[in-house]
């Protein structure tokens, strides 16, 4: 059982930053079996891929929209992921979510992950 908790949202303009972290409740060994992802998902709209991480960080993943501008990272001591966000456009704002999972490290899907966060609102003004 891994319990996510997400922290780091909030209100920026549009070209600013923010560092989303995702702590989960797993013991550390536990934590680092598993590959982690993040997806958000606005209003009226369904659940999407934003970034993954591989169990022991060798690999990450990154949808189109968002390569280039974030970057996620883990800390397996810490039991923490993290999501870089730079270059915020109002597009990106929605409510974002860790997700943690023993598939593929590269799944982009909702279903290919066991554990979900409560998630943190992203809020991009223009």
């Known amino acids: 059982q891994v319990q996510l908790v997400e922290s780091g949202g909030g209100l920026v303009q549009a070209g600013g930053s923010l560092r989303l972290s995702c702590a989960a409740s797993?013991?550390?060994?536990?934590?680092?079996?598993?590959?982690m992802g993040w997806f958000r998902q606005a209003p009226g709209k369904e659940r999407v891929f934003v970034a993954a991480i591989s169990w022991n960080a060798g690999r990450t993943y990154y949808a189109d929209s968002v390569k280039g501008r974030f970057t996620i990272s883990r800390d397996n001591a810490k039991n923490t992921v993290y999501l870089q966000m730079n270059s915020l456009k109002p597009e990106d704002a929605a409510v974002y979510y860790c997700?943690?999972?023993?598939?593929?490290?590269?799944?982009?899907?909702?279903?290919?992950?066991?554990?979900w966060g409560q998630g943190t609102q992203v809020t991009v003004s223009s």
């Open positions: 997700a943690a999972g023993r598939s593929i490290p590269s799944s982009t899907r909702v279903d290919q992950y066991d554990y």
């Open positions: 797993a013991s550390g060994r536990t934590f680092s079996t598993y590959n």
